[in-house]
């Protein structure tokens, strides 16, 4: 499948005009307070972006993108009601602050319910670097993508297709306020580019794809470079056999170990912690990585993909550790699961900002070598990830691996286990690490997982 | 017979903004002497909301409005799209000027004179969201709350929702085309957790369709839905370990379905087949499936989630047989691709929004019967899997290779089932899994209505559904080797 695509065009004066953007949230939370409300919060975006693709050297799209939204919640004491629309006439946000009033008549008395404490928002917030817009003309964007998927195209005679290269550029702009008299803003961008192409050998076919993603245009990946890494990819894929059924080590390629952070993040997360439905429950303090292993957040990292000044509800989000010596340290909160839990907010409403863990002395060749013999996976498939129960199983494509080196393509194999047990079973990670995005991890090779093949 | 739906559509989305056909007229007109072959304007507006209970109260509720425009030029293989939020002539007219960029050499189109012809729609124009209170839709919560947690003291924590959606769409195009349809969808879910000696499983269920919240009100279906996730929890709580390998696997009614919406069903949309991306590009009439196989998309079926009365390129929905008896009869198509193929549209021209490109997609998605009963299909196995449930499933449709993941399943042993399983993924080839089906039931039923389909980041509802099925071989991802 294609990559979907979005991307920005020229900053456009009336979609970025943010003193009259604010006013719209003032008005908003005037509204509220006049409507009645005890409490509101209010959050507005608006994005511009280009994308384009090209695909067997024609330009296939060219997607001026352009989104707008406008979120408010409203509580009465304890009942809250929200509302959304895309619309910012004057007229429409008094509509939309009725709707969200009308909904908290209706809904029931929380009593965790409300917008952060006042002690916890971030009224000083840093700049980041994140806005750097890049100046993307449509014609300049056709040329660079059709480099791209020419390069790719050109690496072998096996790459036979494509589903064609982009290039993409976006920026948006965020206010978030609320009754505390909090007003946080900023603007960000993201750039990217990348390619998908299909090689071919015999009767089989393998797609895979390269892409980079950055806030400044000048970080992304060169796009020779990206075409080449496609082109790679899938002709590796070629001729892939499949394997027994058996019990073996397995090392997954950093961009698939991301998915092992993130089932942490969800399990962790506070709406998982108070509904009882993790598998860590009860785990605060306990022991589920080896000793060694030490994961933390760092949300104001310049520049970087996963950095935001302030949570979700203009808390301020601060460095910590969720893991530290293999213990977990803290779930990750926001206000309101913070208060079911009887703890405070960890500023990660709206996510996680930039997740790291720290990495061995190994590249992702070096980890072969340490696994000696088994399943480097590559990528997964399906939603088979039961975070309840920690019941791991989804399907696989990747490579066998002998005495530390790759033998041959293999597909169409299954890997379970559970998420508990893999934790525990983590021997090192590589220092091939991933940023591409807020969930940032080298490769990851776990002592034994079960194989269904043949 | 006047068009209601288009005098609805004109009402809503034309008429606030000072807008009328003639106006949409020069604008498509606008881009046509630019080497665009075809140009169209998909203006929506949609009003959402839901009501969501958790520890016994409803604690929250949300109401969200959406309209815009989507402008798109064709010419060849080449698109250019640009939308706005804003339902206004400067707006569109800008939006037609980027779409149009996309053009630089090739044919032109003209436009053709509005034909707009009367469609029967398949489902009601009501407010699906009117028809209940506010006070009666949270009572219909609380009862499903109740009812869960009556069933069983295992239950700790029930979250029950239900959704609505109204939406008004109109499509104007170069070819002539100028159509509108009035869309509901509800929803409803109900998930539960319970707990028992330490143990802890979840089970969910839910529908909807498009049709309105009383839908739930009858024939006890919302407080089903609740003693349906308990009951799928309960199960679970006894699953014991998964066996990892292959091995024959019968496939329950319904929902497992989602079988041929990953093995065959992306896999033969138009715009993949197309490219030649697809592993049953280029294979029309050859047998991809067993011959006990017959495969159809249909998004004309009454009232159902996937079902559209046109789809969003103003093409009326139909019943497309895809896979007959085992041969590869028909791709689905959107105008564009079917244009470039040389095929007749399939009425699968879908997007998520004004804000979203069109594609072809399915709409109702489901396996015709056999001649077998589902006992005799589960007698006929000596050790094998029986998967009622599942979760959701992924497919690669360059290398054919799909998954899906069970949540509800047993182990077969000696013709009988014996005990449940925990949750697995099942991993196949397309074309080499259906080749394996040997045995197809005669109980075909559709799903409940809760599938939401994903492709290229734009979300669809859609339905799936067969009879119980034996595929002679899967590979099954459990631990136990």
């Not at chain 1, 953007?21 to 409490?39: C, I, P, Y």
């Not at chain 1, 998927?149 to 096996?158: G, H, T």
């Not at chain 1, 104001?300 to 808390?315: C, M, N, T, W």
């Not at chain 1, 990830?385 to 066998?400: A, E, H, K, P, Q």
Request: net charge negative; hydrophobic share 35%.
């Amino acid at each position: 499948m294609n990559q979907t695509i979005e991307k920005h065009a020229n900053s456009d004066a009336d979609l970025f005009d943010r003193d009259s953007l604010k006013e719209t949230v003032d008005f908003m939370l005037q509204q509220a307070r006049n409507k009645g409300a005890s409490a509101s919060e209010a959050g507005l975006s608006v994005e511009t972006g280009l994308s384009v693709t090209v695909r067997m050297g024609e330009v296939e799209t060219i997607e001026y993108t352009r989104d707008r939204s406008f979120g408010v919640t409203v509580y009465f004491g304890q009942r809250k009601g929200s509302a959304s629309t895309t619309d910012f006439s004057r007229q429409a946000v008094i509509d939309t602050v009725t709707a969200a009033c009308d909904i908290a008549r209706y809904t029931e008395e929380d009593k965790f319910a409300g917008i952060a404490d006042k002690n916890k928002l971030a009224f000083d917030y840093p700049d980041l670097d994140l806005n750097h817009p890049w100046d993307l003309g449509a014609e300049q964007a056709i040329e660079m993508a059709t480099q791209c998927e020419a390069k790719s195209l050109a690496y072998d005679k096996r790459i036979t297709n494509s589903e064609g290269a982009y290039i993409t550029a976006h920026q948006a702009y965020r206010i978030y306020a609320n009754s505390h008299g909090f007003v946080g803003d900023y603007s960000s961008t993201r750039h990217s580019n990348g390619c998908t192409v299909i090689a071919s050998e015999g009767e089989g076919m393998e797609r895979d794809y390269w892409y980079s993603i950055a806030r400044n245009a000048d970080k992304l990946d060169d796009l020779n470079l990206v075409g080449e890494m496609a082109a790679t990819r899938a002709i590796k894929r070629l001729n892939a056999r499949q394997i027994k059924t058996q019990k073996v080590p397995v090392v997954f390629q950093a961009e698939v170990a991301r998915g092992l952070l993130g089932h942490l993040v969800r399990a962790l997360g506070g709406g998982a912690q108070y509904r009882r439905a993790s598998f860590l429950v009860d785990k605060l303090g306990t022991q589920i990585f080896p000793e060694r292993f030490r994961i933390d957040e760092r949300p104001h990292l310049k520049q970087a993909i996963g950095s935001a000044p302030f949570d979700g509800e203009g808390v301020i989000n601060t460095s910590h550790d969720l893991v530290s010596d293999g213990v977990i340290q803290s779930y990750v909160l926001d206000s309101y699961s913070a208060r079911r839990l009887n703890t405070e907010t960890t500023g990660n409403s709206g996510g996680m900002h930039n997740l790291f863990i720290n990495t061995d002395d190994y590249d992702l060749d070096g980890l072969l070598k340490e696994m000696g013999t088994g399943v480097l996976v590559t990528e997964v498939m399906g939603q088979g990830v039961n975070i309840v129960t920690g019941d791991y199983s989804r399907g696989g494509t990747g490579f066998w691996v002998e005495n530390g080196e790759i033998q041959y393509p293999i597909e169409e194999f299954t890997l379970a286990s559970n998420l508990a047990e893999m934790y525990q079973r983590l021997s090192l990670v590589g220092n091939d690490v991933d940023l591409r995005s807020s969930l940032c991890t080298g490769s990851w090779l776990i002592d034994e997982m079960t194989i269904a093949g043949t | 017979m006047t068009d209601k739906n288009l005098l609805i559509a004109k009402q809503s989305l034309l008429q606030p903004a000072e807008l009328d056909e003639s106006i949409l007229e020069k604008v498509i007109g606008s881009m046509m002497g630019h080497a665009i072959e075809y140009a169209d304007i998909y203006m929506q507006t949609s009003r959402h909301e839901s009501w969501v209970l958790e520890d016994g109260i409803v604690k929250d509720g949300q109401h969200n409005i959406e309209q815009g425009v989507g402008v798109r030029a064709i010419s060849g293989e080449k698109t250019g799209f640009a939308y706005s939020d804003d339902i206004i002539l400067p707006a569109l007219t800008s939006a037609a000027d980027a779409a149009r960029t996309i053009a630089r050499q090739g044919q032109s189109g003209g436009m053709n004179a509005w034909q707009s012809s009367p469609i029967s729609p398949l489902y009601t124009e009501n407010d699906p969201l009117a028809v209940l209170s506010a006070e009666q839709k949270i009572e219909l919560l609380r009862a499903v709350d109740k009812e869960a947690r009556r069933i069983d003291p295992c239950v700790q924590q029930v979250i029950a929702s239900i959704s609505g959606v109204h939406e008004i769409v109109l499509v104007a195009a170069n070819d002539g085309t100028l159509s509108a349809d009035v869309r509901p969808l509800v929803r409803m879910n109900v998930s539960v957790i319970v707990e028992r000696d330490g143990r802890r499983e979840q089970g969910s269920a839910g529908g909807g369709g498009r049709v309105t919240y009383k839908y739930f009100t009858e024939n006890d279906r919302a407080l089903g839905y609740a003693r349906e996730a308990v009951r799928q929890a309960i199960v679970n709580l006894d699953a014991k370990d998964t066996p990892a390998g292959t091995m024959p696997v019968v496939l329950g009614p319904g929902w497992p379905g989602v079988l041929l919406h990953e093995a065959v069903g992306h896999g033969l949309e138009g715009d993949f087949n197309r490219k030649g991306s697809s592993v049953f590009s280029g294979r029309i009439g050859e047998q991809v499936a067993s011959k006990y196989c017959t495969v159809i998309d249909d998004g004309s079926i009454q009232s159902r989630r996937g079902s559209l009365s046109v789809d969003d390129e103003g093409t009326v929905t139909q019943q497309n047989v895809l896979i007959e008896n085992g041969i590869l009869k028909n791709y689905m198509q959107d105008k564009q691709n079917s244009r470039l193929m040389n095929l007749p549209t399939t009425g699968n021209g879908r997007r998520e929004s004004y804000a979203h490109m069109p594609m072809p997609r399915m709409t109702n998605t489901y396996m015709a019967n056999g001649d077998h009963d589902a006992e005799e299909i589960i007698a006929s196995v000596d050790k094998g899997l029986y998967a009622v449930n599942f979760g959701g499933g992924q497919v690669d449709i360059t290398s054919g290779k799909f998954v899906f993941s069970t949540s509800e399943a047993y182990m077969i042993e000696k013709g009988k089932i014996t005990y449940p399983v925990k949750g697995a993924t099942l991993i196949g080839n397309g074309p080499e899994a259906m080749n394996l089906i040997s045995m197809v039931g005669n109980d075909m039923s559709l799903d409940t209505g809760v599938g939401v389909c994903g492709k290229e980041g734009q979300s669809v509802p859609v339905g799936v559904g067969q009879p119980t099925l034996l595929v002679d071989r899967l590979t099954v991802g459990g631990t136990n080797t």
